[in-house]
T-cell receptor, first 110, second 116 residues
Framework: QKEVEQNSGPLSVPEGAIASLNCTYSDRGSQSFFWYRQYSGKSPELIMFIYSNGDKEDGRFTAQLNKASQYVSLLIRDSQPSDSATYLCAVNTGFQKLVFGTGTRLLVSP | DVKVTQSSRYLVKRTGEKVFLECVQDMDHENMFWYRQDPGLGLRLIYFSYDVKMKEKGDIPEGYSVSREKKERFSLILESASTNQTSMYLC???????????????FGPGTRLTVL
């Protein structure tokens, strides 16, 4: 079974710090990778996607992909209390579907 | 902007009732999905459809059926609602093209269903 693993957390960081969220996946044929943010009681919203090895930056967010290690991460710089949410990692294994991790809960304290 | 809408934000039904959840997307996406989300279990795929009148079972299809008569609309049907179907139901859509972010799934706001 194709799996996506995330630490459930909570990951607690102080305001202004860098939050590092990690995700591993089992299917080496995975093609694209997504990070979603989900506030409590709301639906997931896309933060960013990545499909090539290396880093991809968008504002305070950086996604990192290492296909050899089957590892994708999300860095949030200058974390704000409004970043407190659950972050879902998702992987497209090539069948028009995404496999989601169970999410990491991030808490940013003022 | 992609817009995915769901017919209800909150719904309360009785055990044994037939329940219809509707989802509409305005991005001409080929793929549509129904998930349920429960604490500690994450998102679980119930059914998906990659074209009009086409459907595929996901990981937990038991007790559910779907209908896709028009490209923009995907309905989830609970034939006889049970208390263990109390959950948050999320609809999503995506383009058929894979890779380079074009396979991004966009979610509706969700329907919180309670079965009494």
């Amino acid at each position: 079974q194709k799996e996506v693993e995330q630490n459930s957390g909570p990951l607690s960081v102080p305001e202004g710090a860098i939050a590092s969220l990690n995700c591993t996946y089992s299917d080496r044929g995975s093609q694209s990778f997504f990070w979603y943010r989900q506030y409590s009681g709301k639906s997931p919203e896309l933060i960013m996607f990545i499909y090539s090895n290396g880093d991809k930056e968008d504002g305070r967010f950086t996604a990192q992909l290492n296909k050899a290690s089957q590892y994708v991460s999300l860095l949030i710089r200058d974390s704000q209390p409004s970043d407190s949410a659950t972050y879902l990692c998702a992987v497209n294994t090539g069948f028009q579907k995404l496999v989601f991790g169970t999410g990491t809960r991030l808490l940013v304290s003022p | 902007d992609v817009k995915v809408t769901q017919s209800s934000r909150y719904l309360v039904k009785r055990t044994g009732e037939k329940v219809f959840l509707e989802c509409v997307q305005d991005m001409d996406h080929e793929n549509m999905f129904w998930y349920r989300q429960d604490p500690g279990l994450g998102l679980r795929l119930i059914y998906f459809s990659y074209d009009v009148k086409m459907k595929e079972k996901g990981d937990i299809p038991e007790g559910y059926s779907v209908s896709r008569e028009k490209k923009e609309r995907f309905s989830l049907i609970l034939e006889s609602a049970s208390t263990n179907q109390t959950s948050m139901y999320l609809c999503a859509s995506s383009a058929r093209t894979s890779g380079r972010g074009q396979d991004t799934q966009y979610f509706g706001p969700g329907t919180r269903l309670t079965v009494l």
